[in-house]
Structure formats: structure tokens, C-alpha cells
């Protein structure tokens, strides 16, 4: 029988993280590492959060304030986490931006496209970037 069971979320993400870490070499098999950086004034006005694992950063979220934007400071951001994947030795950063996002900000700054899906969510583009590092 199948039943909704929201507190095994964890538990099943760890069978999967065992499964996936059993079909890897010891040299990929880099720790996994959460981080983030903001930028703070009189509070936050803009932050970015990433995951590294398997000589790779994912970014997961890149956010400026509103009245913020265009200032540079999501291009400081994003260049202070592409640092430590470098010193991280990672091969590649990835990450998804929405068209109502800022997918052309990441082409700017050296992504490219690797994928998309067509009207996700209704009515926008999501896409896939990468940056190869190595």
C-alpha cells in the first residue's frame, strides 16, 4: 500500500545519497557542502546559497533586493562563490533560472544553456545553465 508520509523525505534522499555514492569513484566522492554569501548594509541586500558535492557547485538561489538591482552586486556574489568552487577544484558550476528570472544575467557572466523546458511554469521558460571550470 502506498501512503503519504512527508517525514520520509529525508530518509529517502539518504537511501538514494548511498545508492549514488556506492557507483562513484573515491576521487569524485568530494563532501558535501552547503554555503552562502550576503552582502549586508544596514541588513541583507542580496545573497547567494549553493551545494557542492561531486566536484561541482550547484547554485541554488542568487537574490538582490529590488531597488538593489543594477548596482552589481549579484555579479560580486556570484563571482565571490565561483571563487570557492575554484579553490574548491571544482569542474563545473550549474544552476536554473526561470525567464522571468535572470537567465541573461548568467550569459553575461560566462553560462551557457544546456537545457530548457518550454512552458514551465505556464507561460515562462525554465532553463539550465553550466560553466565549466575545468
Avoid at 570557492?84 to 536554473?96: S, T
Wanted: hydrophobic content about 35%.
Amino acid at each position: 500500500m502506498i501512503k503519504r508520509n512527508d517525514q520520509a523525505r529525508e530518509d529517502i534522499q539518504q537511501k538514494v545519497i548511498e545508492y549514488n555514492g556506492k557507483q562513484l569513484s573515491e576521487r569524485i566522492k568530494t563532501p558535501l557542502e552547503k554555503v552562502a554569501y550576503v552582502i549586508e548594509e544596514e541588513e541583507v541586500i542580496g545573497g547567494i546559497s549553493g551545494t557542492l558535492f561531486w566536484q561541482h557547485l550547484h547554485i541554488d538561489f542568487l537574490w538582490v533586493e529590488e531597488k538593489m538591482r543594477g548596482h552589481g552586486y549579484g555579479r560580486k556574489l556570484l563571482q565571490q562563490i565561483e571563487r570557492l568552487a575554484e579553490e574548491k577544484d571544482c569542474r563545473l558550476i550549474l544552476l536554473d533560472s526561470f525567464s522571468f528570472q535572470a537567465p541573461g544575467f548568467y550569459l553575461k557572466e560566462g553560462y551557457e544553456v544546456f537545457g530548457k523546458v518550454e512552458d514551465h511554469p505556464e507561460g515562462h521558460t525554465q532553463y539550465f545553465l553550466q560553466k565549466r571550470l575545468r
